[in-house]
């Protein structure tokens, strides 16, 4: 049967002068050595269309052709066969009359497949015509149509709405095409506007879409904390994350290599940028997008919650000419926001103000912002080279990451200009210590440096459920609370709707400031220990983010537990 069928194709193709001889025999040699398709081998050897091919069958054989995307097929008729058979044989059962089955078929010679139907269903089949890619678009239409409800539940219980969003510029897109493709695909452009605006309403700061196994998993990080959304169903992932790389200007046609971007919305009459990294993972591309709200930027010294020592240690820092301004922490802290807000403070039209950094979080007017590129050479240390061939005043470096960038950037705060960076470090003093195991020399560092901030986010409490209660002498005292009565009252959230339950709302930073006195530059120039440099700093007045942490708490702006959370392992040495 087979050889009728590989004769029964090659006489069509040799009559309608589609394939020259010499082309068949190709094929029919590659078919048999790999098996499989003669159809199909012809296809990828570039030797016919899909559309010539289809044509030719149909009229040599007599049987019609149908353009599937013009057809309403009845509900009742998809039942009759499985999604999975029709995904296998690239086949679409089209109608039903009496005991006759008409289906659209890619491959009307394949009669194998028209027997397993007509075994499985028990009608006889009328076979017709048609392309597999007419197939595979009728699969997502018809079998998945299951999934558009689903959307449009999730839209359903998503308690905001997407305020209109709107694409405030296209970045680069060259595949017109395929942005007019998904931009009429208005389930999957409403859901990803609704992933989008449940982020900047919740405040959140990132939004990471992670596939697994049967579905997407959409997490929130409101005040710090990963909090999860609703579930989408796997077949939207590569449409969502499509949707998303358009209106980034990322390549959607790649899905094996990390991708960078940025895009900006208009949302409830403010504009939200957001900057995008896609990451190729094992069950697909995982998304992580950084919301960057300036409406919910805080970028002025004075409302990050800073006390008010550290707040006048940083003012006469900027006010310096020259030097050098550290902050250091974890990633997330608030590092850099701190660092825009000195910028802010120090901002003036006397004043060439560069700033390098990977990426960009917010544009400031009157601010020359550069971006890092190091996969084009743009390192931060040859950025910074040219930086200071621009006559500037005040540099901020994004990140101290290696000792060339370090090694400039106290070079240029020793020839009078003011820079500001960050370093990853846990303490203050530990930045000191970490200096030198970069390479660089103690009398350097003395010279240069002017302070180092260390800094941590904590939640505050939400001021719609907050609470009194006190607590027990023998546990305050334990905690270093001191205290002249017994008990000693502190505040929590009890959880209500408008903190989602959580009892927190909205973040306050907390900050460690070492100033280099010149006792502090003693002891950094006979290379003393980390715990030493410390305990001398408090004995001169610095105020540890334990320390800071407990005074918000009795405050009432954060809690024991938030501040405990944050500084835990930090201040084990905070004992003196």
């Known amino acids: ?186 389930p999957v452009v409403k859901i990803t506007n609704m992933l989008l605006a449940e982020g900047v309403n919740a405040r959140s700061s990132d939004i990471l879409i992670e596939p697994l196994e049967s579905e997407v998993r959409i997490r929130y990080r409101v005040d710090g904390i990963l909090q999860e959304g609703k579930r989408p169903p796997k077949i939207l992932h590569s449409s969502i994350v499509s949707r998303l790389k358009i209106m980034s200007g990322l390549d959607i046609a790649e899905h094996r290599l990390p991708q960078d971007g940025r895009f900006k919305i208009r949302l409830g009459g403010r504009e939200v940028d957001f900057r995008i990294s896609v990451l190729p993972s094992s069950m697909g591309e995982k998304v992580a997008l950084r919301i960057l709200d300036k409406a919910q930027a805080m970028l002025d010294i004075k409302k990050l919650g800073l006390d008010q020592k550290s707040l006048d240690e940083i003012h006469k820092a900027a006010d310096r000419p020259h030097g050098m301004i550290l902050i250091c922490g974890p990633t997330g802290c608030g590092k850099t926001t701190t660092l825009y807000s000195i910028l802010q403070l120090v901002n003036s039209k006397e004043d060439n103000i560069i700033t390098v950094e990977d990426p960009i979080e917010y544009l400031i007017e009157g601010i020359n912002q550069v971006t890092a590129r190091p996969e084009m050479g743009l390192t931060f240390a040859s950025a910074l080279r040219s930086i200071l061939r621009q006559d500037p005043d005040t540099i901020m470096i994004g990140e101290i990451r290696d000792f060339e960038t370090v090694d400039i950037a106290i070079k240029a705060a020793l020839t009078g200009h003011l820079v500001l960076s960050t370093l990853h470090t846990t303490t203050a003093t530990g930045s000191i210590i970490r200096l030198v195991n970069m390479g660089v020399e103690p009398f350097l560092i003395t010279s240069s440096v002017i302070i180092v901030g260390a800094q941590r986010l904590v939640r505050k409490i939400c001021l719609k459920c907050k609470e009194a209660y006190e607590l027990d002498k023998d546990l305050a005292d334990k905690i270093n609370l001191s205290t002249t009565s017994n008990k000693v009252t502190l505040y929590r959230g009890k959880g209500c709707h408008s903190c989602l339950g959580t009892g927190y709302k909205g973040r306050v930073a907390l900050i460690e400031v070492l ?58 040495m905070d004992t003196v």
């Open 1 to 186: 049967m087979a050889l009728g069928l590989k004769e029964k194709l090659t006489n069509i193709l040799i009559d309608k002068k589609l394939v020259k001889e010499a082309g068949l025999q190709k094929a029919l040699h590659l078919q048999k050595e790999k098996g499989g398709s003669l159809s199909d081998i012809l296809i990828t050897l570039g030797l016919v269309s899909k559309n010539d091919l289809m044509m030719a069958i149909s009229e040599h054989l007599g049987i019609p052709p149908i353009n599937l995307s013009r057809f309403k097929i009845d509900p009742e008729v998809l039942k009759l066969i499985p999604k999975k058979i029709v995904k296998h044989y690239k086949i679409m059962p089209i109608s039903k009359m009496g005991g006759v089955l008409t289906l659209a078929i890619a491959d009307p010679l394949n009669i194998f497949a028209i027997d397993d139907i007509k075994a499985l269903t028990g009608f006889k089949i009328s076979p017709i015509v048609t392309t597999e890619k007419d197939i595979n678009d009728a699969i997502s239409q018809y079998y998945d149509e299951n999934v558009y409800s689903a959307i449009d539940k999730i839209v359903a219980d998503m308690k905001t709405v997407d305020g209109g969003i709107r694409l405030v510029e296209d970045q680069g897109l060259e595949n017109a095409e395929e942005l007019a493709k998904i931009a009429q695909e208005a």
């Open 515 to 572: 100033t280099l006195t010149p006792k502090i530059k003693e002891l950094i120039l006979s290379g003393a220990q980390e715990h030493t440099i410390r305990e001398v700093a408090r004995r001169e007045g610095m105020k540890t983010l334990r320390e800071s942490g407990i005074q918000n708490a009795l405050n009432g702006i954060t809690t024991l537990d938030e501040v405990v959370r944050v500084t835990i392992g930090d201040q084990d």
